[in-house]
């Protein structure tokens, strides 16, 4: 009996003391929320993130602690943070309205949109007329649709198409690194390459190991003709994302390109200049889509065919080079001296204005300068040839030539070859 007595007043003891605990634990962790309020309203999120942090370890039971914390973290961008934040404070209270909104507004800024539009209609459900719920929605949807939209584009080569529907999407998903890629990936393909690197550069600073993000920074390399740095970024980036496709072929045309190119650059060097024809038109057919190497590459090919006799075939390929890269001084002056040979003066003029008009060096200069003396010289009488004779020909294979021609000759011409 007196042991039992004991027993209750010691239990009782124990609630009474657990109880006295429990509220001086809550009232100290709702000094810290207080706390934690005060600096958010300041702006000040990483003294807020603290405080809020020391009144969950206070009371780790409390949803709205954790939804206070979730707000300051995706005001420090720290999303996949304040989702998980999110997740358990309506893990702890599924009634936790602010708790569900703030998981769908993570979920929506790291780009999962249809996750996102689940909890917005969780919030609808416990209140039909919220009107943020209602809006967040909308945005959800609209996510959701530019990226059918893109993936479309993308199989159409549309890149232009990608990068305005990736434009909209981040309005809403402003930390999904996968939309940013896609866009860094279309605006390289666009040959938009520093728009491309800056993309790229950012998510790097954020998250290093990310491959997709290496494989663009690879990609602008490869299309700006870097292709010793290219492969760098392929290979870093096949050792971040073993699977990665896209930077094992782009990794395995750079390796091909380059080897083509430098065997062509043997070939040629060593007087094979059959051989050197060859391997630059079997290193143009690695990748159509490498706009600067490929430019390289026709222009020397064209500098092959001139060695070759072959002067069409040359214009022809200094001509692709000039479309695929508008700047290329060298295949204008190869095509230049191209159009010389061929005594074409009308083009090879127009060919050196536009070398001396962006690079007047006394070189540009001087080449422009015998290139018009010539085209001047080509517009004179050629007298040999109104007579149909060599220019070699004999005084006497002159004579002959003249009497035969002149009844057919002005008298304006008859005068000066008299003369």
Do not use: W
Not at 69 to 77: G, I, P, V, Y
Not at 168 to 194: D, I, N, Q, T
Not at 201 to 213: K, V
């Amino acid at each position: 009996m007196i042991l039992s007595l004991r027993c209750e007043i010691c239990t009782a003891g124990m609630v009474h003391f657990l109880s006295f605990f429990i509220s001086v634990s809550f009232r100290e962790a709702e000094s810290f929320k207080e706390q934690g309020n005060a600096y958010y309203i300041k702006k000040d999120y990483s003294e807020a993130f603290s405080y809020y942090t020391k009144a969950i370890d206070m009371c780790p039971k409390n949803a709205s602690y954790y939804g206070n914390r979730a707000a300051t973290l995706m005001m420090l961008s720290r999303h996949r943070e304040a989702l998980e934040d999110s997740q358990q404070a309506v893990r702890l209270d599924d009634t936790f309205m602010k708790g569900h909104l703030r998981e769908g507004k993570c979920h929506l800024s790291l780009g999962n949109a249809m996750a996102a539009s689940r909890c917005f209609h969780r919030v609808l459900e416990l209140e039909p007329d919220n009107s943020q719920a209602q809006q967040e929605v909308k945005n959800a949807d609209s996510v959701l649709e530019y990226e059918k939209m893109a993936e479309l584009g993308f199989e159409k080569h549309d890149f232009r198409m990608v990068v305005f529907c990736m434009d909209r999407a981040l309005e809403s998903a402003s930390a999904c690194h996968r939309f940013k890629v896609l866009k860094a990936e279309c605006l390289a393909m666009l040959g938009r390459y520093p728009e491309a690197q800056s993309v790229a550069s950012d998510i790097l600073r954020m998250d290093a190991t990310n491959g997709d993000a290496l494989y663009v920074r690879g990609l602008c390399l490869y299309y700006e003709d870097c292709i010793d740095k290219a492969v760098q970024f392929f290979v870093q980036a096949l050792r971040m994302a073993p699977d990665h496709e896209k930077a094992r072929l782009a990794c395995r045309n750079a390796k091909a390109l380059k080897a083509k190119k430098e065997d062509g650059n043997k070939a040629f060097k060593d007087g094979n200049y059959d051989a050197a024809y060859e391997l630059y038109s079997e290193a143009l057919t690695i990748d159509p889509n490498n706009i600067k190497t490929n430019a390289k590459l026709f222009c020397n090919r064209g500098t092959v065919g001139s060695k070759l006799k072959k002067i069409d075939q040359a214009i022809e390929d200094c001509t692709k080079a000039v479309k695929l890269d508008e700047t290329y001084i060298k295949a204008y002056l190869r095509r230049a001296q191209c159009y010389m040979d061929k005594e074409e003066y009308d083009e090879a003029v127009r060919d050196y204005e536009k070398v001396y008009q962006t690079e007047k060096t006394k070189e540009h200069k001087h080449l422009l300068k015998n290139a018009q003396l010539e085209l001047k010289k080509s517009k004179r009488k050629d007298y040999y040839k109104v007579l149909g004779v060599d220019k070699n020909a004999t005084e006497d294979e002159i004579k002959k030539a003249y009497r035969k021609r002149r009844p057919f000759l002005s008298s304006t011409i008859q005068r000066r070859i008299s003369m």
